[in-house]
């Protein structure tokens, strides 16, 4: 794969990144992400499961959750039609996610993205967050 086909694919999720994760605006999902996506990540929150559906309204509750949400890029590696994010989200535990209601917590974990692009749009995503970790924010913060 050509060094502009890695670039242009490290883009549209660069793009996404900006735009939705830090941008909250899920009204660009349908620019960036293909009409056939698939998610493929089990998530204990419940959210981004499934097609273009399931991540609009996966984001609507997230952002619900955390509202200030914000995600900083640690690490992007494309090869072929994958492009690897390494992030770290944070934000302020503002609604009920993963059964604990709002705490006001400002928590901060890390998530493992994996996207594959297709004709320059995001057409699947595996992702793994460190669940655990956000558990045990929003434990100590109701506990604490």
Do not use: C
């Not at 419940?46 to 200030?68: E, I, N, Q, S």
């Amino acid at each position: 794969m050509h060094d502009e086909t890695l670039s242009a694919n490290k883009a549209v999720v660069q793009r996404y990144i900006d735009e939705i994760q830090n941008g909250h605006a899920i009204e660009t999902i349908d620019d960036i992400f293909a009409v056939d996506f698939m998610d493929h990540t089990a998530s204990g929150g419940g959210a981004f499961v499934g097609g273009l559906d399931g991540l609009k309204a996966g984001y609507t509750l997230f952002l619900k959750a955390f509202p200030d949400l914000q995600a900083t890029v640690e690490a992007i590696i494309a090869e072929g039609d994958r492009v690897v994010a390494y992030k770290t989200l944070t934000g302020t535990h503002s609604d009920t996610w993963l059964d604990i209601p709002a705490t006001g917590a400002q928590v901060a974990f890390r998530i493992v993205s994996i996207y594959r692009v297709r004709n320059g749009k995001i057409q699947e995503f595996w992702g793994l967050q460190d669940e655990t970790a956000l558990r045990q924010q929003l434990n100590d913060a109701r506990t604490g």
